[in-house]
Structures are given as C-alpha cells and as structure tokens.
C-alpha cells in the first residue's frame, strides 16, 4: 500500500530536464512507493536527491535498476515524406506492396538530450489514400508486447487524452511514408535481453512489427514476471 508516513520529494528544489517531466516523474514515485519489495531503496534514492547528492539521471537510473518499467507507449511521429525508390531504406523493405510497419536493424536512437527511442516507419505503398489515426504529436493507437513466460504479454499502451481536441485523422498519399520514433528511454539500459515487439491498429487492421530487443535490468523482469501470476 501507499505509505502516508513517507513524503514525496519536493521536485521544486531541483531542475526538471527535457529527459524526465513532472508527471513522469512522480509517476516513477507512485510506482516505487507501492512497490514493497524496493520501498527502502526507493526511499534512500528520493533522499539523496533532495539533498543534491545525486543527479536526476542517477535517480532515474536507480528506479530503473529497482524495477521500474512504465506502462506507457508512445509514437512520435517525426515526418512525412515521399518514398525514393533509389534509398537505402526502401531498398531495405522485404516487401515492396500495401501498407508497412517497418523497423530497421539499427533502430535504437539516442537523441542529443539523451533521450532514447525506436526507430520506426509507416510505409504507404498502395493506389490509395490511408487514414492514420492521431492523438495530438503521437500515432494513436500503439502498443509494446514482451514475450513473457513463453507468452506475448501487452506491457505498454497509449494513455487516453481527455481533450476530445487531441485526436485527429492525417491522411498519408499514395508511396509516402511516415517517420515514427517509439520511446523505449526506460527499458534500454539493462542488460537481459528480452523479445520486444510493437504493434499499431490502423481501422481494421493491425500492423506488427519485427522483434526488437528490450535491455531489462533483472528487477524490471522480475517485476513484469510477477504481475502474471
């Protein structure tokens, strides 16, 4: 349970980056506080950051470490563009028809605030017009599946927006394609690999990615392990 007697940093005292937002961060406080099995280092890591003796990236590291994963996924979509057939990244594509959710091999991207996604793309490649369905910067809906005690268990999904304003329709023409970046920041760091795929619904269908690798740190599994039982 959620303990009362213990009080949440005061994050007023202390710069919030680009890398880690006031709601994620109080949401990786909720986490660790209800999270028995951490609740003494949890509180050791909230108290050596007020007192300045470590940095946000070091706290955010040991939540991680602790067995903090969250549960949300988000696609950023990045461009549109027309498809050069003469590209390497067409060139890449196994399948050269109809609508793909393709990721390339070296898809981990690191961007220069640190910040850690997949990289991924829509392609269009019919005679038609498709509908992508948004919510406001992101390509809604999306979700993460880890392969889990010989299973593909749903770990991240969208967050629903209370803003009826934040859903929208884009339309993708004909041999265009999308760029997406998948956030991935919080279950890249570890070391325990673990077969990751990403899958977006566009109407009735449902695109599925390639595996991807997940780098888990052994509480993160153990934690996500214990939730199936």
């Known amino acids: 349970m959620f303990n009362r007697g213990v009080a949440l940093p ?18 990786i ?10 609740w003494g280092q ?13 940095t946000e990236k070091e706290w955010y590291l040991g ?13 950023w979509v990045q461009y549109d563009d027309l498809v050069d057939v003469n590209s390497k990244l067409y060139k890449s594509l196994k399948k050269k028809s109809g609508i793909i959710f393709h990721i390339p091999n070296k898809y981990q991207v690191i961007q220069s605030n640190g910040n850690r996604y997949i990289q991924a793309y829509l392609f269009n490649l019919t005679d038609s017009t498709i509908e992508i369905p948004r919510m406001d910067a992101t390509i809604y809906p999306i979700e993460s599946e ?11 999904e969208n967050t ?3 803003c009826g304003n934040s859903y929208w329709v884009q339309k993708l023409a004909p041999n265009s394609y999308l760029s ?20 977006l619904k566009l109407g009735d269908q449902i695109l ?17 392990t214990e939730k199936l039982n």
């Open 10 to 27: 005061n994050f007023r005292k202390h710069s919030i980056g680009h890398h880690y937002p006031m709601k994620q961060l109080q949401l």
């Open 29 to 38: 406080l909720f986490f660790l506080l209800t999270t028995g099995t951490a």
């Open 42 to 54: 949890a509180d050791s890591l909230r108290r050596q950051l007020e007192r300045g003796e470590i």
């Open 63 to 75: 939540t991680l470490k602790l067995g903090q994963v969250s549960d949300e996924a988000n696609g």
């Open 146 to 156: 880890f392969y889990l005690n010989k299973n593909w268990v749903k770990v991240k």
């Open 160 to 162: 629903s927006s209370t």
């Open 180 to 199: 997406i970046q998948i956030s991935n920041h919080d279950i890249s760091f570890g070391k325990i690999k673990v077969r990751q795929k990403v899958k």
């Open 208 to 224: 599925v990615s390639k595996e991807v690798k997940a780098l888990l740190f052994p509480n993160q599994l153990k934690l996500l």
